[in-house]
């Protein structure tokens, strides 16, 4: 049986022909009430069909709130913006360490959360109930009337962004488009020809090695998303914790067939277009893309490195600083763990900072 999202699918297919998979990914994982992420919670933690950060318990949050207690140190006021909040936890959880650890700094904090979703929304000021005052929603940045002074930080959302897959057709040595459109009565692939803005222009040099059928992603959504966050911010720090690429790792033989992936019940779903609604689809980051948007709109890289070792070094930090901080995360050490580990979370995920001084 079609689920509700692939209906809607379905209906644009019949309207208009074949879309983008940019296209379907938007409209199974964000169509106003029946997409994937609007549904009622469980897409996170071992009931659902993924780990984040989050996940494991309060430690990100204790981490990501002393990191802005120092680097807005010196703010008077300090916008604290959090993009796509999932379910509101990683909020409570900084909000929480700030009130307990850095009371100053939270008597400074204005705490936003973009929310385009209306369900996530609810979602969120139910989990927040106890912050009501403190937080408020906005559908986007263009509701963010003022220069951002202090901290806009993502936790895999990015990863979640729309791509377009691009395929490279060897024999007439051109890239073109995967597609959706509906074949038997079954949703089914389809080869397009691509907007010339995603041809991948760097990857001409390998023209001649490239095989048949490779595959990379690009997401237009993710970079504008970044472009307008960099704009936005007056003076402080935009940062992302999410699962992608550095410079070196774009072109990979394992990688021939792409990143885009579906997930459902913490099992990877190699049919992306199987059961649209229902399960999660991700692909990697480009972030040395995002890293070039920043630049141009002014920003400086501060840090590009694996989860592991930026959280491992703001640990470090406060262990150092020794007192309450300190004894709460050596309590901890297990989560902290998981969060850093090569093995566990520490090498997959990224963790992009640029700055606005």
Not at 261 to 287: I, K
């Amino acid at each position: 049986m079609a689920t509700h999202a692939e209906d809607i699918i379905r209906g644009e297919i019949q309207q208009q022909g074949s879309i983008t998979f940019a296209r379907f990914m938007e409209l199974a994982l964000y169509a106003p009430g029946v997409g994937y992420y609007e549904r009622e919670g469980g897409q996170t933690g071992r009931g659902g069909d993924f780990y984040t950060s989050v996940s494991v318990g309060p430690v990100l949050g204790f981490l990501v709130a002393d990191w802005v207690a120092r680097v807005c140190a010196g703010f008077e006021s300090i916008d604290l913006v959090e993009a796509a909040a999932h379910d509101g936890r990683l909020a409570v959880d900084v909000l929480h360490a700030l009130g307990q650890f850095h009371p100053g700094t939270a008597e400074r904090v204005r705490y936003t959360i973009l929310e385009p979703s209306e369900s996530r929304r609810s979602v969120q000021q139910r989990t927040l109930e106890p912050w009501v005052d403190r937080v408020v929603w906005r559908s986007g940045w263009a509701d963010v009337a003022e220069p951002v002074r202090g901290v806009v930080f993502s936790n895999e959302l990015l990863d979640a962004m729309p791509v377009h897959r691009l395929v490279w057709n060897a024999g007439r040595r051109r890239w073109q488009e995967w597609g959706v459109t509906v074949e038997a009565g079954q949703l089914a692939w389809c080869r397009r020809e691509p907007e010339e803005s995603l041809v991948p222009q760097e990857l001409a040099p390998l023209a001649d090695v490239l095989p048949e059928g490779f595959m990379v992603e690009r997401s237009p959504a993710a970079a504008a998303w970044w472009s307008t966050a960099a704009r936005a911010l007056g003076r402080g720090w935009l940062m992302a914790l999410d699962y992608g690429f550095d410079e070196d790792s774009v072109i990979r033989p394992e990688r021939a067939g792409g990143t885009a992936r579906g997930y459902s019940r913490h099992r990877r779903v190699d049919d992306l277009l199987a059961n649209p609604g229902e399960q999660d689809l991700t692909a990697h980051v480009d972030f040395p893309q995002l890293i070039r948007e920043g630049e141009a709109q002014g920003l400086e890289t501060v840090d590009f490195l694996p989860q592991g070792r930026w959280l491992g070094r703001l640990a470090t930090e406060v262990v150092s600083a020794g007192g309450e901080g300190a004894r709460w995360l050596v309590e901890r050490a297990r989560g902290l763990q998981t969060l850093t580990h090569p093995a566990h979370l520490g090498h997959s995920l990224r963790v992009l900072v640029q700055a606005r001084r």
